[in-house]
């Protein structure tokens, strides 16, 4: 591992523990910056994610070895003992002696001799004795359990109620596995088989997704320098969200709203789907977030999408009621289905950050609903697996809101391997990232009855 690379790595790190900078966007912006090949460009991210997913046990390991706190103006040394300590515990591609030299010469250049000395002996205490003695200390507590997979103890437990001690550890287990990269095919453009091979001749190994029809997974290469991605052909997107524009169901010519649409993945993929023909009305709270719907929207060649920033929850103000074939609200969540993606979320969300996010969710759906035509299609995703934000919000909108029921075509619309996972009188669908190996995902769709029951005020 070159010098340059363990200093970016140490400074991505130092920036999402500071400033609680998110750490997607810092690792790609550094990678943006990096003059570093594919290979360590690999490498970076498996640390950076690495050392973010593994924080809990890592901290855990390093209260034992450390004999006194870290000075507030050091704090940077801590990320450096814990990506030192990730690699020598996690990864076994550089040996221990070379990364404890390294994490050494960075602490005197950054540094000084002193933490230089405090690196070396808590590192080389490590290589020593190992974490055995370490672990023993937590006995056969509850505890132990969610530290083994660097789970927040709360969120372990929580998971544990909800889905089953069983499924909790599956999923715990698959956010430490780094998540493949998956695209979609712009079909207004290209095919999945013309853009594979295209791709295969750049030299980029990729197969067909096993759960869009649409989508593809990369083994090999960096899809951003692509031809096709320059050319618009492919939209770097999770294969479980790309079921949502399909639970969605728009066709050619139909007006759609996407209320929460920024970056804009689903709205360009509703776009594609209608061919370019009618119109997807994107809007986003945030003005900064619509140039990128903006900017992704020109990349792939659209121009039937409206993007404008707006709080969803005012949409009655600008929009008359009952005008939208289908709505989509893909709602602001607690993000707890992407942690393979965006590790330091675990760390930063908190059982009242979901109480926050379900009122929102709620005022969002409750506001857009009223933009459906009768027989419309509302949809109501998120990128979490929280019960709290997904089915319960479903069945408490259901309940507020008689004139719309499950949408009966739900079924229908979704690929026959994620069937098994749809309970039967009902059109919601929870996957999880073991399931597939995609991101968690909750897709939930309603149909508007064509005369309706009660309607809310
Ligand atoms: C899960 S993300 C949407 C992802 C997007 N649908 C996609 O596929 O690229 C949720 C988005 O909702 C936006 N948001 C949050 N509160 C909102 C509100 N009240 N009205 C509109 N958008 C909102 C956030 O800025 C964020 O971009």
Redesign the pocket.
Known sequence: MSDNLRAIALEVLVKVEQNQAYSNLQLNQALQKADVNEKDKALLTSIVYGTIQRKNTIDFYLEQLLNKPIKKKDRWVLSLLRLSIFQMLYMDRVPDHAIIHEAVEIAKYKGHQGLAGMVNGILRKLQREGTDAMDEKLGNSAEKEALKYSMPFWLYQRWSSQFGAENAEKMAESNLIPAPVTARINTMLSSRTAVLDELNEEGITAAEGELSSEGIVIKNGYLPNSKAYKEGLVTI?DES?ML?ARAVGAKPGEIVL????????????LAEMMKGEGRVV?????QH?IE??KKQAERLGLNNIDART?????VKEEFETESFDRV?V????S?FGVIRKKPDLKWAKTEQDVKRLTS?QK??LHSASQMVKPEGILVY???TVDKEENAEVSEWFLSEHPEFEWDPHFSEKMPENVKPFIIEERSDLQIMPHYFNSDGFYIAAYRKKSTGGEKHA
Do not use: F, N, W, Y
């Open positions: 997107q969200s949502v996407d209320a929460c649409a920024a970056p804009g993945g689903k709205s360009t993929h994107s809007l986003d709270l945030h977030k990128l719907i707006l709080d969803a929850r005012k989509l893909d709602a602001p969540c993000g929102i005022d969002i995703s998120t990128c």
